[in-house]
């Protein structure tokens, strides 16, 4: 999967002429029919979207070959993927999530404290679920230069300074 980014969702049909309910999480939503035919996460079906409206939540669009209301519907859920070559170079301080997911992460001491499980974003900024290195549930790590100071993708490493008590044993206390 690292060769493909996943670029949206389909939440559902639109209307009743085929068209389907996007969730772009590009960093410009509209651009998510400009990278040429996206694909299913299995990579057997390809889609090219031309977004027609925003709508509530996203963007109403046309997927090629969907041309009925049944068909956007049997759809709902499927995520988009772009290949990463199509898509632009970024800056040294942003990342795609998908590169973030699975690192491991070392506290400012070097002690391995968790493995990046997912990168989420409900809003405000981004935030890594960290699975600890100890068990138990994953921490919320806020993704900020004061709490991961370090993104080193080429050693599969992330250094964190986290807040006071975010990796502390529930039962310590």
Do not use: W
Not at 4 to 10: E, F, H, P, S, T
Not at 126 to 154: H, S, W, Y
């Amino acid at each position: 999967m690292a060769d493909r980014i996943c670029l949206g969702a389909i939440t559902g049909s639109f209307g009743v002429r085929g068209e389907v309910r996007l969730k772009s999480f590009c960093a410009e939503p509209s651009a998510l029919g400009d990278y040429g035919a996206l694909s299913s996460e299995d990579g057997t079906q390809s889609y090219t979207v031309s977004i027609t409206r925003p709508v509530k939540g996203g963007f109403a669009a046309k997927l090629s070959g969907v041309t009925t209301k049944e068909a956007a519907d049997a759809l709902r859920g499927v995520r988009l993927y772009a290949p990463r070559d199509v898509l632009p170079a970024l800056p040294d301080d942003e990342f795609y999530h998908t590169d973030l997911i699975g690192l491991t992460v070392f506290d400012t001491g070097g002690a391995q404290i968790g493995r990046v499980h997912a990168v989420l974003n409900h809003g405000a900024s981004d935030i890594l679920e960290v699975r600890p290195q100890a068990g138990g549930n994953t921490v919320l790590l806020p993704f900020t230069r004061q709490a991961v100071p370090t993104v080193d993708l080429a050693s599969g490493r992330i250094i964190a300074d986290p807040p006071e008590g975010i990796f502390e044993d529930e039962d310590a206390g």
